[in-house]
């Protein structure tokens, strides 16, 4: 009796240990996000998807500040990161130790206005007062870029810079300037407490009608550690089948996508989400049938101002394959 005691017992210490070796030995995935669209773009992974692939433990980051969330990536901390796509080019340029795998959002900048005489991105903006986040900043360099391939003289437009997207809704809800460039979900915020504001035109069709280019620009995407990737590529092509679906959730449900988002401190309201979700551009879209747009879009940024994309237009090695 003693000896079968002893064999069950055995036994069962035997696949605890095995149980604990398979926990122990699972890999972990580093995955860091902005706390944008980006953000909301994997909030439903982050909050049902820890794990992918079976082997690997998935852990995700989401960072408030775009400094640290750059510095990270230039100290190759993450396995792979959702980021603005001039934010992609100077870590290449930096380090080249990530690729682009997806764009995950297209131009999500809208032109609105208070004032009749402007009718677009064109010569009705010459000596206007035009708000917009950030001097030198992705969507200031592609604002421009639009502007001079439509024959405007951008530097007789007179823009008022601010900080932030919520210090840029102040600026036009408050009337202290009538004419903005301003990203969703921020627009849906401001329209709600300025009825006046008429939308003319979104950056992304502005930017397909200037260039004559189809789909328009990559706003965010989704970047891969080089190495990461070449030893798991089945992970990392079931993490991007995932972030597909995710962001098909999310633009089919918006309201449950911003409740997960308010849960990871991403500051976009679940009602703002959905009134503006029509309006972000959260598309998915692998590289491979989105290279061209890419190519095109660092070589216009880098026309208007080489320092958008870190100095040079990246090398074809920028492209996951």
């Known amino acids: 009796m003693k000896k079968i005691v002893t064999l069950i017992l055995t036994i069962i210490l035997g696949v605890n240990?095995?149980?604990?070796?398979?926990?122990s030995s699972s890999k972990g995935v580093k995955i860091i996000s902005g706390n944008s669209l980006d953000g909301i773009s994997i909030c439903k992974l982050v909050k049902k998807?820890?794990?992918?692939?079976?082997g690997y433990?998935?852990?995700?980051?989401?960072?408030?500040?775009?400094?640290?969330?750059?510095?990270?990536?230039?100290?190759?901390?993450?396995?792979?990161?959702?980021?603005?796509?001039?934010?992609?080019?100077?870590?290449?340029?930096?380090?080249?130790?990530?690729q682009?795998?997806?764009?995950?959002g297209q131009g999500s900048y809208y032109l609105v206005t208070s004032d009749p005489s402007i009718t677009g991105f064109n010569s009705t903006l010459i000596n206007k007062e035009v708000a917009l986040i950030q001097k030198n900043s992705m969507i200031d360099t592609t604002v421009k870029a639009i502007l001079k391939e439509n024959n405007v003289d951008e530097s007789l437009v007179n823009y008022k810079y601010t900080n932030t997207a919520p210090e840029l809704v102040t600026e036009l809800a408050l009337g202290k300037v009538r004419t903005g460039i301003v990203p969703?979900?921020?627009l849906a915020t401001l329209l709600y407490k300025h009825s006046g504001l008429k939308i003319?035109?979104?950056?992304n069709k502005a930017y397909e009608e200037a260039f004559s280019i189809l789909g328009g620009y990559p706003q965010f995407s989704v970047i891969v550690k080089k190495d990461f990737a070449t030893e798991n590529k089945e992970y990392v092509d079931k993490f991007l089948l995932k972030l597909k679906e995710g962001i098909d959730f999310v633009n089919n449900n918006p309201l449950q996508a911003g409740a997960y988002g308010e849960e990871l401190?991403?500051?976009?309201k679940p009602q703002v989400l959905s009134r503006a979700i029509k309006r972000c551009n959260l598309k998915f879209i692998s590289i491979d049938k989105?290279?061209?747009?890419?190519?095109?879009?660092?070589?216009?940024?880098?026309?208007?101002?080489?320092?958008?994309v870190g100095g040079t237009v990246p090398d074809e090695s920028i492209y996951y394959k």
């Open 290 to 308: 989105f290279k061209k747009n890419y190519e095109e879009y660092f070589n216009i940024l880098y026309d208007y101002n080489n320092e958008a």
């Open 184 to 186: 969703e979900t921020s």
């Open 200 to 203: 003319l035109s979104s950056t």
């Open 265 to 268: 401190n991403i500051p976009i």
């Open 17 to 23: 240990t095995i149980g604990c070796n398979i926990i």
């Open 100 to 104: 682009i795998a997806a764009s995950i």
């Open 49 to 54: 998807e820890n794990q992918i692939e079976k």
């Open 57 to 98: 433990k998935t852990i995700y980051t989401i960072e408030g500040n775009e400094k640290n969330l750059e510095k990270s990536l230039n100290n190759k901390e993450f396995d792979i990161a959702l980021v603005p796509t001039d934010m992609a080019a100077k870590i290449y340029n930096k380090n080249s130790s990530y």
